[in-house]
């Protein structure tokens, strides 16, 4: 009976147990700079439903397979299993269909797990760039937002290769943005003396022109928030957050300390 139970353990349960952490350490690893695994309920359930899958899989591979080779540890399974989600390269050889069914379900977890992520940052950036009054608010908030995150990049003991590379980034999305709110407020101009001179109200088509150009710059200074997203920790969103909360006067302080 002992025997039995030591068998079950080693056979099946071992391998689950071993394999759950190697899964998520790869899935941290794999996901990096592309989400946060743990950033909201749907994403976590995500990441864990792919645990669930692997680690099962990983428990069924070794208790049917291992009574049929001896020779192979029932951890070294669960390594293996959960080390599979590490990307690898495309290979020319055409995948086994028995594999190739097997694995359907786990790619399928980790397509949805990658539109979870992209879901959730693009709503997270959207969230925060939208609400502004006019342009200039929302360039106030972006040049907040570029300034916070260079402090966070150009830190003492950071090789020159980790500053510039990110620091170009939030340069040149930084003055997409600018350029955007200099158009928007350049055509705001425009159609108002238009109106002003005219004495008439604007119409639809120059209505429509003044939100798309408005949008343009939200969508901008929404591409800048990716970068706060992606390279940025949780505790650093309540930053973020404080950033655009501040009144406009707020803005001329100085570089955000961090």
Known sequence: MAGDQTSVFSEWILP????????WVCLVHRFRGQGRLLGTVRSAASALAVVVWTSGMAALASGLLLPHADAVPPAAVGIVAGAGLVPKRRSEQAEHPVMAILTLGHSLLINSLMDRLQTDRAEWCARLAEGFDNCWELDVFADRVARHLKSRVEVPGRSS????????????RYEDVRAAVQRADTLETEIEKACSDEQRERTREEIGRTLRAFGEAEHLCARLLELAHAHGKRSDDEKILELRRQPLYVAAAGPSAG
């Open 16 to 23: 689950a147990v071993v394999c759950a952490p190697v899964t």
């Open 161 to 172: 290769r980790g500053k510039n590379g990110p620091g170009a980034s939030i340069d040149a």
